[in-house]
């Protein structure tokens, strides 16, 4: 069974820092892309992060140079650095992994979803 365990979420004040991780199981790790998406209150959800199997990363333009996607293949986990917090990422985010690793991974539709953890940005 795939499980993905999203964690690390908490409340940060603006300019901090949280590190979210994605521990999984049941898969072929090094085989997967894994992404972070994220959903704010009365908003779409959106891709914030993801990385393939070969460690190609991609970001939305609002998190660059503020957020590191990172994988380690022998923890079966993928860790989301946040740094330089903002209000606007406040967010309940998600990690999501999908067979097709290889593929440019903002495109994937993401087959396999864990439950989401709370980011929330004071001023």
């Known amino acids: 069974e795939v499980q993905l365990q999203a964690s690390g979420g908490g409340l940060v004040q603006t300019g901090g820092s949280l590190r979210l991780s994605c521990a999984t199981s049941?898969?072929?790790?090094?085989?997967?892309?894994i992404a972070w998406y994220r959903q704010a209150p009365g908003k779409e959800r959106e891709v914030v992060s993801c990385?393939?199997?070969?460690?190609?990363?991609h970001y939305i333009d609002s998190v660059k140079g503020r957020f590191t996607i990172s994988r380690v293949n022998a923890r079966n986990t993928v860790y989301l650095q946040m740094n330089s917090l903002k209000t606007d990422d406040t967010a309940v985010y998600y990690c999501?992994?999908?067979?097709?690793?290889?593929?440019?991974?903002?495109?994937?539709?993401?087959?396999?979803w864990g439950q989401g953890t709370q980011v929330t940005v004071s001023s």
């Open positions: 999501a992994a999908d067979r097709a690793g290889g593929s440019y991974c903002p495109f994937i539709p993401y087959e396999h």
């Open positions: 049941g898969f072929v790790f090094d085989d997967y892309a």
């Open positions: 990385i393939n199997n070969a460690d190609a990363t």
